[in-house]
């Protein structure tokens, strides 16, 4: 596979603004396939973080890519807070943080 570079964003529905997560979020290439015999997504590869420009990104010459792979992105946090532009634990829901949305 040829280096990938993935940068996530949520969007809102209503007004199509545009809002790039790189902390708390995890994302990954894995191979999505019916359960057969105990095997499902057997293949995953976890990309890295680049915290200076917020990009993740995954170098493995040795992955082989198929139709059967797909983009994971992990939430580490339940809820976005479009005030903040950030994703939010419980504990840190209030006020400020208002509007909350689920991603």
Known sequence: MKPVFVKVYLVDPVTGERFAL???IQVDILR???PAGGEGNIEVLSLRHSPTDG???ADAPGFQVTRNHHFRVRFMKPNFSKSAGKLLDYAEVG???LP???P
């Open 95 to 97: 006020r400020q943080a």
């Open 55 to 57: 990009v993740f990104f």
């Open 32 to 34: 999505i396939e019916t």
């Open 100 to 102: 909350v949305y689920c």
């Open 22 to 24: 790189s902390d708390d």
